[in-house]
């Protein structure tokens, strides 16, 4: 094998049998061939070129030898080796800085070295090529460690960056404790629908099974991937993960890259926006407060605090107004919603099925490259707990968010006269659901957010989960940034210092007031399985008079 010791392999699955091709002890005996032999790598090729949705393979087992390498390179990880904390829209993990210079620390690390060099030693590359049929490998060194402990997660992407040719997940979890699908941390990979989009639910999942190595040619807008959300407590997923590089510099992706996607600002699409007109008069009178009572909790009917919210609305821009509904009305609210919660299975902080709360009125909103969550557009004769939940919401917004009652109200709360709106009643569901900053969320013109949410906080560890955004839920506003696209923070949670960042926490019977201005992004963070329940709101546009 040359400059590939201590026996890396790559196998291929031929009738069901595992083949792998072994290393001798020590120095390896011959040239390339002890890496991947010409039949195996033929086999190899042919199972990319036959994988769906795109090409990828498995190799399993990846590192043969009885020294046990990888035993050693997770021991070192895991007792040398410092990792950092990152969050933002797409993601959540713990990760190393970067793995291609380990000068200076061979005698720390020797087992992650010998494993670095023989993944990018030529040898090995070369049967990479063969295999994937990608080209010419560059000898260029893209590499790191992560972590992905309970919640951890990735979401849908398809590395596309710069000349990254073939993606690799080597898995080091955990050697003696089998890892099954439920534990979470699963490679799933995305198929495009007739219109070239990502679609909603993934058609192959990977295990990340100990001494495996996962790879797949990147391909924009079309290596859609996401790793699932871990679900298992005491089970963290350890891996080594990185690229190969093209040789070449790679074609232009012609704006189809999730990362171009979710930097590029589409004007027809935010021009096409139809608001519902809005006609009120300035002054609320009588008949209008006896709307406004019948959903509002009392300190809500007083002018002293609607003088008091249009000075802090006035001032900052937004503002959170909590304990906004009646306890009567909001009882209600969270009675169905938990309910719809307990018959989908998503009050469990478990697995959830992919479609799980989909149907009798609620459809997905995708691609989810860019979102995935569930919008209730109505089905009147369903009688389901979803469905009950759905009607309730849009009974909200009929008999109180879309009245001239209302609006006059928030006419006096910000100061801005409002002409049209526009409205979702959505759920977020946990271990599913999300949505991801991107340019086409950005307005041409300011426009006045309203979310009225609704989440299960019955209990403190529930209430304080939402409140300090670990369980994720939290609606978050930043600047556009197209040099970093979405991320301007590696790690923002609602107590974040960040001046540039408005994190709004998903405080149950909240209504949350945001004057969005030009040039802003929004998210709302994946709703982890932890959470014991989904993000219920309903979303509000409010369009302004110049």
């Not at 990319?48 to 997770?74: E, I, M, N, T």
């Not at 049929?133 to 402990?149: F, R, T, V």
């Not at 955990?174 to 007739?194: A, I, Q, R």
């Not at 249009?310 to 304990?323: R, V």
Request: hydrophobic residues 35%; aromatic residues 8%; contains cysteine.
């Amino acid at each position: 094998m040359g400059d590939v010791s201590d026996g890396l392999s790559l196998q291929t699955t031929i009738g069901g049998a595992m083949v792998a091709k072994r290393t001798h002890g020590g120095e390896a005996k011959g040239d390339n061939a002890s890496c991947l032999h010409v039949e195996g790598a033929s086999a190899l090729r042919k199972q990319f070129d036959a994988a769906k949705p795109f090409p990828h393979g498995v190799l399993h087992p990846l590192c043969v030898d009885p020294g046990q390498l990888l035993r050693r390179v997770r021991q070192e990880l895991l007792e040398n080796v410092s990792y950092r904390e990152k969050e933002t829209d797409l993601f959540q993990l713990h990760q190393t800085g970067d793995l291609a210079n380990l000068d200076g620390f061979a005698e720390e690390l020797p087992a992650l070295c010998e494993l670095r060099e023989a993944l990018y030693s030529r040898s090995f590359r070369q049967a990479v090529e063969e295999a994937t049929g990608c080209g010419k490998l560059s000898d260029q060194i893209d590499l790191s460690s992560n972590i992905y402990a309970h919640g951890s997660h990735l979401l849908c992407h398809d590395d596309v960056i710069g000349n990254r040719r073939v993606s690799f997940i080597i898995y080091l979890t955990d050697p003696d404790s089998e890892w099954k699908e439920e534990d979470g941390g699963t490679l799933e990979l995305f198929d495009v629908n007739n219109s070239g989009e990502c679609e909603d639910i993934p058609c192959k999942t990977i295990l990340p099974l100990w001494n495996s190595m996962a790879m797949f040619v990147v391909r924009p807008g079309r290596s859609y991937h996401e790793v699932r959300e871990v679900f298992a407590k005491d089970k963290p997923r350890l891996s080594v993960s990185g690229w190969y590089h093209s040789d070449v510099p790679l074609p232009e992706d012609n704006g189809v890259a999730s990362l171009t996607q979710l930097q590029t600002k589409n004007e027809g699409c935010l021009n096409s926006k139809a608001y519902h007109p809005i006609e009120y008069e300035e002054d609320l009178n009588k008949d209008d407060l006896m709307v406004l009572k019948r959903y509002l909790n009392t300190p809500y009917l007083s002018p002293s605090t609607w003088h008091a919210v249009a000075q802090q609305f006035q001032e900052q821009g937004s503002i959170q107004l909590q304990s906004f509904l009646s306890e009567e009305r909001v009882a209600g609210v969270i009675s169905i919603c938990s309910k719809a919660d307990d018959d989908d299975g998503l009050a469990a902080r478990k697995r959830p099925e992919w479609d799980a709360g989909t149907g009798d009125g609620w459809q997905t909103r995708g691609p989810p490259v860019k979102q995935r969550y569930q919008e209730y557009v109505g089905a009147e004769s369903a009688s389901s707990a979803r469905a009950n939940a759905g009607k309730a919401l849009k009974e909200v917004v009929s008999e109180l968010l879309q009245t001239p009652s209302f609006a006059k109200l928030l006419s006096i709360a910000t100061g801005k006269k409002l002409k049209g709106q526009l409205n979702q009643v959505r759920r977020f569901r946990p271990g599913l659901d999300y949505t991801v900053a991107h340019f086409n969320a950005i307005t041409s013109t300011p426009v006045l957010d309203l979310t009225l949410c609704f989440v299960n906080d019955a209990d403190e560890e529930r209430s304080s989960n939402w409140e300090s955004g670990v369980v994720g839920g939290y609606h978050c506003y930043i600047p556009a940034d197209p040099e970093n696209n979405a991320a301007t923070a590696e790690v923002y949670r609602p107590d974040d210092d960040d001046d540039e960042l408005l994190s709004i926490s998903a405080v149950s019977n909240s209504m949350n007031l945001v004057l969005r201005q030009e040039g802003l992004m929004d998210f709302v963070k994946y709703v982890s399985t932890r959470a014991g329940g989904s993000r219920w709101d309903i979303a509000m546009e409010y369009q302004m008079e110049d």
